[in-house]
């Protein structure tokens, strides 16, 4: 079974640029989140997705950062216009969340996306 | 509020002794828990959880935690250290009955295990 995809692995642009993260979760998971980790520090949830609806973006800096999961599989993040404190690395993760509660079921990572900012 | 602490920012054991990482949490109601190993430039991966039942939990690579309600505690074991185990250990908790927002899970800051030879 494949794992979760995430492209490209490594991003190096200039401050102001746009920046596009995309992510394939695994087949069938319905939960599906982005995290920012910065060195040394555990992962920040930036959006939270079942199946198409974005259910928790309460992290999400909306003034520059926006995400799709438009059919409910694979998702877009993206950075418009990139800042120098942006530089970390972009994970992605999907679970299969069913049954109540909820939230019993462990997250599975891509191998995450390294974006630099100069 | 939920929160989860790794009171140990470096933990470092010789191979083939025993090792400990550390884990407490506070959350309202009942917990999910887990630990997830973080090797180096690769992703984080799963190695345990506890949801309900035995309070000892057995995982990947011959890991362990054990649950402990009254100490707020889910300390992750393993009886003899591999060098192959140095890398970052994150320790993570979900109220299983908050809804919405506050399902999320909530990470502790990670535990960077260094095994010597």
């Known amino acids: 079974e494949a794992g979760v995809v995430q492209s490209p692995r490594y991003k190096i642009i200039e401050k102001k640029q746009p920046v596009a993260f995309w992510c394939n979760p695994i087949s069938g998971h319905n939960t599906l989140y982005w995290y920012r980790q910065n060195l040394g520090q555990g992962p920040e949830l930036l959006i939270r997705y079942e199946n198409e609806e974005a259910v928790d973006d309460s992290q999400l800096p909306k003034d520059r950062f926006s995400a799709e999961r438009l059919k409910g599989v694979d998702s877009t993040l993206k950075i418009q216009p990139a800042e120098l404190g942006d530089s970390a690395v972009y994970l992605c993760a999907s679970s299969l969340d069913f049954g109540q509660p909820r939230g019993h079921n462990e997250q599975f990572f891509g191998p995450g996306t390294r974006l630099t900012v100069l | ?117």
């Open chain 2, 1 to 117: 509020a939920q929160s989860v602490a790794q009171p140990e920012d470096q933990v470092n054991v010789a191979e083939g002794n025993p090792l400990t990482v550390k884990c407490t949490y506070s959350v309202s109601g009942n917990p999910y828990l887990f630990w997830y190993v973080q090797y180096p430039n690769r992703g984080l991966q799963f190695l345990l959880k506890y949801i309900t039942g035995d309070n000892l939990v057995k995982g990947s690579y011959g890991f362990e935690a054990e649950f402990n309600k009254s100490q707020t505690s889910f300390h992750l074991k393993k009886p003899s250290a591999l060098v192959s185990d140095s890398a970052l250990y994150f320790c993570a908790v979900r109220d299983i009955y908050n809804a919405g927002n506050n399902r999320k899970l909530i990470w502790g800051l990670g535990t960077s295990l260094a095994v010597n030879p």
